[in-house]
């Protein structure tokens, strides 16, 4: 009797112990975002791709990740091609061709881009900029091609 409770503590810590690792990995899990830009009229250069995970901070400087991509290094045929490793979860991208070389966006007086510009989605502005929801997409476990289109505005 005693032996069987000895037994049935182990079994219940050993499962205790697994669960618990199961959940760290999956905490772990990334997923592949594939972004292919079109549209650069230039091919020399950079794009940065900025990574926003809420509403809250949709094309502010609080971003997940900001990627400088050097077109040259990236380009396959007439698109710029990059990976990004992220977990998963609901993400929206902007990426904006760097023309001056200054790693910034330059923008007019309203705020609005003087650099060519791309957003998830490919989503447009109305009357503002565009919303998160807009450009927002789902990375799940399996790899997702995001397909951008750079415009001038």
């Keep these: 009797m005693m032996l069987r409770s000895i037994r ?7 499962f205790i112990l697994m669960l618990g690792c199961n959940l760290a990995m999956a905490e772990d899990i990334t997923g592949i975002l594939m972004v292919e830009i079109s549209g650069l009229k230039d091919l020399s250069g950079n794009v940065y791709i900025a990574v926003y995970d809420s509403d809250s901070t949709w094309l502010s400087e609080d971003m997940v990740l900001n990627q400088k991509v ?9 698109l710029v091609r990059t990976e990004l490793l992220l977990p998963l979860g609901n993400y929206a991208l902007s990426v904006f061709y760097d023309q001056d070389g200054d ?3 330059k923008t007019n ?10 957003l998830s989605n490919n989503a447009v502005a109305k009357f503002g900029p565009p919303r998160y929801d807009d450009a927002v997409f789902s990375l799940g476990v399996q790899p997702l091609i995001q397909n951008l289109s750079i415009k001038a505005l």
């Excluded at 049935?8 to 050993?14: D, G, I, K």
């Excluded at 007086?109 to 791309?118: D, L, N």
């Design 70 to 78: 050097v077109i040259a290094d990236a380009l396959e045929g007439d």
């Design 8 to 14: 049935a503590l182990y079994t219940v810590r050993w």
């Design 103 to 105: 790693g910034k966006l």
């Design 109 to 118: 007086f309203i705020g609005m881009p003087k650099e060519p510009i791309a």
